[in-house]
Structure formats: structure tokens, C-alpha cells
């Protein structure tokens, strides 16, 4: 049997060889509503572009590729990717869940699925020993972030997953990180960790982390979300008005560098008590390194932080 | 302002700050801060975006209500819709529903703990005898599809508040060009938006549209919570089909009504489904709440083989799922639209191997009549 294509060979070529009437090299926008019937009872494998479209199918084709499983999916967000997850739960199961995870899957769990009968029981998923201690019988789900966002803690996967499995349950990785940007985050994490204004880095990339020896067992980087604490919550919304080369914006994973302000922001959903035990302070900020010139990311934090 | 003026000039569909007579497609994930403490109105794409905006502002003036939503699909509106509601709430639902929501009642939302009734909605008596004090909802189509049955809304919104109950509609048939559920006394419209209202079959689309700005504030807070929102670019092709939704409509009903007549006449056609159609036990209900009959016909042949002769003999219309589009399209209830349905369930509902749904589209009346002409001769 051939070997598995690497990843870059996957990525460069996804869909490049689906238009065999053309030979376009690049997948055509299938921009229709539905597909017309050869004949009654006879389909092309396409219907109604809500169950299929040859677009999206490239994409879920692609991503179960890279991610070695069996089928992908698409969905119009992140949250609703979880929601449909989700729904593979019954009433009254319970959910192990990251306890810093992003405050939108907290909303969701919290909001929408505790009405529902899906009780969600939050651990801290870096110490495999913990999600064990909070194991019960009507665990059915483990959901796993790894590095933890904002905090950047690592999970186990191997572990956990063989837990999960010997105990029946599903276990599910949001896996939304990459690693393009990640030597700009190292860089910044190193500069971060020098500065006198600057208390805890957050970032697996630096060997004081506790997770960095598993992150590397199980991924091939470090990715590229930095977090850190200013000494001072003063320094935040300064730091926030001087940034001119970060933005300063919701969200992370883009070419363009983001500054985000996570008790704010993205967890602004969870209990104050609940954001201080997990370290999600207001003197936290998070950054998400783009693919801007190192120096310049540096300098702008290095003026940014003298405010 | 007449509809056909309002349809064109919501307020919102033009771009502040260039004036540009089209809304710009937004095609972001994120928006930049000024103030980490007071973040703006604009915070991060799933939760705001101004093309997705302009729709949803769109639909809610053109149904009349205050808050429009838009979703991925019609079965996302109508799934996010349903979490309006609790573990142990009942509903009692039109008994003639689209299989896609037959399929998102039946099997997801009572596994997760909401009872539903399937009632003949044209029964005002069974629909009461159906309330329990756990019943929190009414669900209505009308007409209904695709045997396009009519239900007195007025009377079922004012059976509802009564009883205090939210009226729920699926205003996709009609749109609210033809029918405004809301003046009606409905509380949340929803629409499947690939239909009439994007109009060109070219993307999949859900709205729906909150009576008042408490229950918009709830539905606000599940489109953001569960995510399954429209993207900016098939928004923006939602806000350009609803531009000429008049003149489509027009059109194709114009054509739909003279082909119902038509096929009426004709000996091969048992019954034709049609709410305007001489005869339709429907017809006064319908003029009253609405402004046609639209452009879907239902007609029931002979059996399931001289469905699938016909089918296969017209040349014309697509043979597809699907409805509402420029182009005319057949489809096989059985096997399509309603195949989530159990075959008993789907007989005692009308939905029979001989019955075919015709969307009418903006082909020439005349074009379409001798292609269903000669594919009804081979059906003999």
C-alpha cells in the first residue's frame, strides 16, 4: 500500500484533480441550491446542497485527510461544528470538558445544552489524574483544548484518549491551532518573559512551560497564541490604545497579528470567580501571531509596554 | 408604500459610508477595538456582520416584525427556533409539515425532551382538543407542502393568544410578499430562504423574523450561542434575489394559476393542488390571508409508474429537490422533500407514489404547457 501523502503535499493540491471535465486545477465555487436528477430514482451523489455540495465536500474530503479520519465536516462556524457534535449526546449524559476552555463552548454547554439535559463537568484536562478523579458512569464525552485558550495548557491526548476509550465515551479535540506563525511567537514569548512589566508568559514553545514535553510528544509545534500578564491592570487598556501594529480585535489564527483581552472578550461569558481561579485575570492579554516581520512585532509591544 | 416599493427600500440595503447602492459584502472574522472595557457594536463575525445585518433588518421590515435572523439553512432557522423552547414543553405542529422539519421534530427535538401533536391545522376543534397545559407553541405552514392545504391563520394566532401560546409559521410558500403572518397575529415567521426569497437556486439560506424584541433577544442569543449563522457572501445573494422578489412572484404565480387551470381539465391529472384553483376547499381562507396562490402545484397521476414516465418525459423543468428558483423544477415527494417520512405517514397525509410538485419558474406559460403536454400523453 502507498504511504499517506504529508500534510504540505495534501494542502497544496486539495480539489486539484475534482474537475475531470475541465481539468481546472482548482475546485469550482459550486454556487446552486440542487442538483437535477439523471432519471427518477437515480442520483449524481448530489441533491440538495444542504446534505451535499461538491465544494464543501472537497473541503471535508481534505480535512479528514489531514486529520486521518474517516469523514470531515463542514459547518458555517466553529460553535456550530460543537453544536452538531453535541447532538450526538442524550439527555441526562454528562460531558467532561477543559475547565479554561473558550467562553463560546461555555455559553453553548451552559446556555443552550444544561436546559437540554447535558450536564457538563469542567476539569483541568492537563492532569490526566484529574479527568479520572471526575470520571463517572454517565460520562459519555471527554472534550478536549489543547493548548487551552487563553492559558495555553496542555492536555494528554494520548492519555486521555486511551481513558475515554476504555471507558466507552467519545473524546473530542478542538484543535484550532496552527503552527505557521510559531516562531514569531516563540520570539515575542522570549521578549515577553525578559520584560520587567511583564509577570506569567503563557506560551508551550518556552521550556519553563509544564506541558512543553507532552505538546511535543503529540504536535509538531507550539502554535502561535501567545498569552501573557501585565503588573499592573492599569497597563491594559494603554497597552491596548499604543498597540500599531497588533490589532486590537477578537479572534486569533489570522496572517494578521491580534491583541485580545480575554476577560473582556472571548470568556467574557464565564463567572468573574470562575475567570480569577483559572488565571483569566483582567492583567491577562492573549496574542495571535501573524506573519508579520518579528522585529516589528517586537517593537511594537517593547513601546507599547512603556505606556 | 406599496410592496412592491417597500421591497426595494428597507432603509438598510445601501452603504453608509460611500453611499453605494449596494451593501458591500463584509467578508471578515473579526473587528478591531478601541476600548477593552467598552468594546464596540462590532465585536467578532459570528456574532455581528453588516451584510448579514442588512438582510435580517430586510426581512423583518418586509414580514413586519422587529428582529430578522439569518441561518445557514431553513432547518437551522427552524432547529434554532425550536430551541426557543424546553425539555418537557409540547407543541402542536401542522400535520402536513415539510419532511426536513417532520424529520428535525420527530427525530432530534424528542430525544431531546419536547412533545409534539401532529394535528389537521384546517381543524381549528382538533388543533384545541390537542392543547395540554404543556403545550407552549403552534407550528403552521400554510399552504402547506405539497399538497398546499390552507390554514386559517387568524384564527390560530388568535387561538393561540388566547391560550397563551406563541403562533410559529413557516412563511416559505408564500413569502412575505403574498402573505404577512405577522399583521396576522403570528409571533415568529421562518423562512427557508433558498426558495422564492434568494429565488435563483444558487445558495442555501434560512431567516426568521421575531414578532417582538423579547423573543428577538432570545433568538439573537441562539443564533450566537449555537453558530449556525449565514455567511456575508450568500447574505448578500439573499438581499439581491429579494430585489426582484416582486416581479418574480408575479410572474411565476401569473403562470402557476393559468397551468393549474390547465391541468385540471386534463383527464391523466386525479387532482390538482392549488390554493386559488375553483374548488379548493381552502380558496376563501386563502384570498382572504393572502395575495395569490403562489407558484408551487401539486397534482396527483394515475400511480407511482405513470409518475415515473412523466417524470422522466418532461423536458423542460429540472427534475430536482428543491422549489421557489427562476427555473421550473419537478419533484417526486416520496422519494424527495417528504422521503423522511414513514410511507403510513406520508399516505394519510396526501403525499401518495402518484403525486408530483411542480415549481413554477420564468419559463414562457406556453413553453411549459406542450412540454407537460406531451410528458402527460406518455403517463397515459
Given at each position: 500500500?502507498?504511504?499517506?501523502?504529508?500534510?504540505?503535499?495534501?494542502?497544496?493540491?486539495?480539489?486539484?484533480?475534482?474537475?475531470?471535465?475541465?481539468?481546472?486545477?482548482?475546485?469550482?465555487?459550486?454556487?446552486?441550491?440542487?442538483?437535477?436528477?439523471?432519471?427518477?430514482?437515480?442520483?449524481?451523489?448530489?441533491?440538495?446542497?444542504?446534505?451535499?455540495?461538491?465544494?464543501?465536500?472537497?473541503?471535508?474530503?481534505?480535512?479528514?485527510?489531514?486529520?486521518?479520519?474517516?469523514?470531515?465536516?463542514?459547518?458555517?462556524?466553529?460553535?456550530?461544528?460543537?453544536?452538531?457534535?453535541?447532538?450526538?449526546?442524550?439527555?441526562?449524559?454528562?460531558?467532561?470538558?477543559?475547565?479554561?476552555?473558550?467562553?463560546?463552548?461555555?455559553?453553548?454547554?451552559?446556555?443552550?445544552?444544561?436546559?437540554?439535559?447535558?450536564?457538563?463537568?469542567?476539569?483541568?484536562?492537563?492532569?490526566?489524574?484529574?479527568?479520572?478523579?471526575?470520571?463517572?458512569?454517565?460520562?459519555?464525552?471527554?472534550?478536549?483544548?489543547?493548548?487551552?485558550?487563553?492559558?495555553?495548557?496542555?492536555?494528554?491526548?494520548?492519555?486521555?484518549?486511551?481513558?475515554?476509550?476504555?471507558?466507552?465515551?467519545?473524546?473530542?479535540?478542538?484543535?484550532?491551532?496552527?503552527?505557521?506563525?510559531?516562531?514569531?511567537?516563540?520570539?515575542?514569548?522570549?521578549?515577553?518573559?525578559?520584560?520587567?512589566?511583564?509577570?506569567?508568559?503563557?506560551?508551550?514553545?518556552?521550556?519553563?512551560?509544564?506541558?512543553?514535553?507532552?505538546?511535543?510528544?503529540?504536535?509538531?509545534?507550539?502554535?502561535?497564541?501567545?498569552?501573557?500578564?501585565?503588573?499592573?491592570?492599569?497597563?491594559?487598556?494603554?497597552?491596548?490604545?499604543?498597540?500599531?501594529?497588533?490589532?486590537?480585535?477578537?479572534?486569533?489564527?489570522?496572517?494578521?497579528?491580534?491583541?485580545?483581552?480575554?476577560?473582556?472578550?472571548?470568556?467574557?461569558?464565564?463567572?468573574?470567580?470562575?475567570?480569577?481561579?483559572?488565571?483569566?485575570?483582567?492583567?491577562?492579554?492573549?496574542?495571535?501571531?501573524?506573519?508579520?516581520?518579528?522585529?516589528?512585532?517586537?517593537?511594537?509591544?517593547?513601546?507599547?509596554?512603556?505606556? | 408604500?406599496?410592496?412592491?416599493?417597500?421591497?426595494?427600500?428597507?432603509?438598510?440595503?445601501?452603504?453608509?459610508?460611500?453611499?453605494?447602492?449596494?451593501?458591500?459584502?463584509?467578508?471578515?472574522?473579526?473587528?478591531?477595538?478601541?476600548?477593552?472595557?467598552?468594546?464596540?457594536?462590532?465585536?467578532?463575525?459570528?456574532?455581528?456582520?453588516?451584510?448579514?445585518?442588512?438582510?435580517?433588518?430586510?426581512?423583518?421590515?418586509?414580514e413586519g416584525g422587529?428582529?430578522?435572523?439569518?441561518?445557514?439553512?431553513?432547518?437551522?432557522?427552524i432547529?434554532?427556533t425550536l430551541?426557543l423552547f424546553q425539555?418537557g414543553d409540547h407543541l402542536v405542529v401542522t400535520r402536513d409539515v415539510y419532511?426536513?422539519t417532520y424529520?428535525?421534530l420527530?427525530?432530534?427535538f424528542?430525544?431531546?425532551?419536547l412533545r409534539i401533536t401532529f394535528v389537521d391545522m384546517s381543524d381549528l376543534g382538533a388543533v384545541e382538543a390537542a392543547i395540554t397545559t404543556d403545550t407552549r407553541a403552534l407550528y403552521v405552514e400554510s399552504p402547506s407542502n405539497?399538497t398546499l392545504k390552507v390554514t386559517d391563520l387568524a384564527a390560530v394566532a388568535s387561538l393561540a393568544k388566547a391560550r397563551g401560546l406563541l403562533a410559529l409559521i413557516d412563511n416559505t410558500f408564500m413569502?412575505?410578499?403574498?402573505q404577512r403572518p405577522i399583521a396576522l397575529g403570528f409571533d415568529v415567521v421562518v423562512?427557508?430562504?433558498?426558495?422564492?426569497?434568494?429565488?435563483?437556486?444558487?445558495?442555501?439560506?434560512?431567516?426568521a423574523v421575531a414578532r417582538d424584541?423579547s423573543l428577538?433577544?432570545?433568538?439573537?442569543?441562539?443564533?450566537?450561542?449555537?453558530?449556525?449563522?449565514?455567511?456575508?457572501?450568500?447574505?448578500?445573494?439573499?438581499?439581491?434575489?429579494?430585489?426582484?422578489?416582486?416581479?418574480?412572484?408575479?410572474?411565476?404565480?401569473?403562470?402557476?394559476?393559468?397551468?393549474?387551470?390547465?391541468?385540471?381539465?386534463?383527464?391523466?391529472?386525479?387532482?390538482?393542488?392549488?390554493p386559488?384553483?375553483?374548488?379548493?376547499p381552502g380558496r376563501d381562507v386563502h384570498l382572504r390571508q393572502a395575495?395569490?396562490?403562489?407558484?408551487?402545484?401539486?397534482?396527483?397521476?394515475?400511480?407511482?409508474?405513470?409518475?415515473?414516465?412523466?417524470?422522466?418525459?418532461?423536458?423542460?423543468?429540472?427534475?430536482?429537490?428543491?422549489?421557489?428558483?427562476?427555473?421550473?423544477?419537478?419533484?417526486?415527494?416520496?422519494?424527495?422533500?417528504?422521503?423522511?417520512?414513514?410511507?403510513?405517514?406520508?399516505?394519510?397525509r396526501?403525499?401518495?407514489?402518484?403525486?408530483?410538485?411542480?415549481?413554477?419558474?420564468?419559463?414562457?406559460?406556453?413553453?411549459?404547457?406542450?412540454?407537460?403536454?406531451?410528458?402527460?400523453?406518455?403517463?397515459?
Open positions: 500500500m502507498r504511504r499517506a501523502a504529508h500534510r504540505d503535499t495534501i494542502l497544496a493540491q486539495a480539489g486539484s484533480r475534482w474537475d475531470e471535465r475541465t481539468g481546472s486545477v482548482t475546485m469550482p465555487v459550486y454556487q446552486t441550491a440542487t442538483f437535477r436528477h439523471p432519471a427518477l430514482g437515480r442520483s449524481t451523489g448530489f441533491d440538495y446542497s444542504r446534505s451535499g455540495n461538491p465544494t464543501r465536500q472537497v473541503l471535508e474530503d481534505t480535512l479528514a485527510r489531514l486529520d486521518g479520519g474517516a469523514r470531515g465536516f463542514a459547518f458555517s462556524s466553529g460553535l456550530a461544528a460543537l453544536d452538531c457534535l453535541l447532538h450526538l449526546l442524550a439527555p441526562g449524559d454528562r460531558i467532561l470538558v477543559t475547565e479554561d476552555l473558550y467562553g463560546g463552548t461555555f455559553r453553548l454547554l451552559e446556555r443552550v445544552y444544561r436546559p437540554l439535559g447535558i450536564e457538563a463537568v469542567y476539569a483541568d484536562t492537563s492532569r490526566v489524574e484529574e479527568v479520572e478523579r471526575c470520571w463517572d458512569d454517565r460520562v459519555k464525552a471527554l472534550l478536549v483544548e489543547t493548548p487551552t485558550n487563553p492559558l495555553l495548557k496542555v492536555a494528554d491526548i494520548r492519555a486521555l484518549s486511551a481513558l475515554a476509550r476504555a471507558r466507552g465515551a467519545l473524546t473530542i479535540v478542538d484543535n484550532t491551532r496552527l503552527e505557521r506563525q510559531e516562531r514569531n511567537a516563540l520570539a515575542v514569548a522570549e521578549f515577553l518573559s525578559r520584560h520587567p512589566r511583564v509577570g506569567r508568559v503563557h506560551y508551550p514553545g518556552l521550556p519553563s512551560h509544564r506541558g512543553a514535553a507532552t505538546l511535543r510528544s503529540q504536535a509538531s509545534g507550539f502554535g502561535a497564541v501567545v498569552s501573557f500578564e501585565v503588573d499592573d491592570p492599569a497597563l491594559v487598556p494603554a497597552l491596548l490604545a499604543r498597540v500599531r501594529v497588533f490589532l486590537f480585535a477578537e479572534s486569533l489564527g489570522g496572517v494578521e497579528s491580534l491583541i485580545t483581552f480575554p476577560s473582556a472578550q472571548t470568556h467574557a461569558d464565564l463567572d468573574e470567580g470562575v475567570r480569577e481561579r483559572l488565571g483569566i485575570t483582567d492583567r491577562l492579554l492573549r496574542l495571535s501571531l501573524g506573519v508579520e516581520h518579528v522585529d516589528d512585532l517586537v517593537e511594537d509591544l517593547d513601546q507599547a509596554l512603556a505606556a | 408604500m406599496d410592496d412592491r416599493t417597500r421591497i426595494l427600500h428597507t432603509g438598510r440595503d445601501r452603504d453608509p459610508h460611500t453611499g453605494a447602492s449596494s451593501i458591500p459584502i463584509y467578508q471578515l472574522s473579526t473587528y478591531a477595538q478601541e476600548d477593552p472595557f467598552e468594546l464596540g457594536a462590532y465585536e467578532y463575525g459570528r456574532g455581528q456582520n453588516p451584510t448579514r445585518e442588512a438582510l435580517e433588518h430586510t426581512i423583518a421590515v418586509l422587529e428582529e430578522g435572523f439569518a441561518f445557514a439553512s431553513g432547518v437551522a432557522a432547529s434554532s430551541l425539555p419532511g426536513g424529520r428535525l420527530a427525530g432530534l424528542r430525544r431531546w425532551g405539497p413569502t412575505p410578499y403574498l423562512h427557508s430562504a433558498t426558495k422564492f426569497l434568494g429565488g435563483h437556486s444558487d445558495l442555501i439560506a434560512g431567516l424584541g428577538g433577544r432570545r433568538l439573537g442569543g441562539i443564533q450566537r450561542a449555537v453558530g449556525a449563522i449565514l455567511g456575508p457572501q450568500d447574505s448578500w445573494l439573499v438581499l439581491r434575489g429579494i430585489k426582484t422578489l416582486a416581479a418574480r412572484m408575479d410572474a411565476q404565480q401569473q403562470t402557476a394559476e393559468a397551468l393549474a387551470l390547465w391541468l385540471a381539465g386534463r383527464p391523466e391529472v386525479k387532482t390538482v393542488y392549488y386559488t384553483l375553483p374548488g379548493h395575495k395569490g396562490g403562489g407558484a408551487v402545484v401539486s397534482f396527483e397521476l394515475a400511480d407511482r409508474d405513470s409518475a415515473r414516465r412523466f417524470l422522466e418525459a418532461a423536458r423542460l423543468p429540472l427534475l430536482a429537490v428543491s422549489l421557489g428558483g427562476v427555473e421550473s423544477i419537478l419533484s417526486y415527494p416520496a422519494t424527495m422533500s417528504h422521503a423522511a417520512m414513514p410511507r403510513q405517514e406520508r399516505l394519510a396526501g403525499i401518495t407514489d402518484g403525486l408530483v410538485r411542480l415549481s413554477v419558474g420564468l419559463e414562457s406559460e406556453r413553453d411549459l404547457r406542450e412540454d407537460l403536454e406531451q410528458a402527460l400523453a406518455t403517463a397515459r
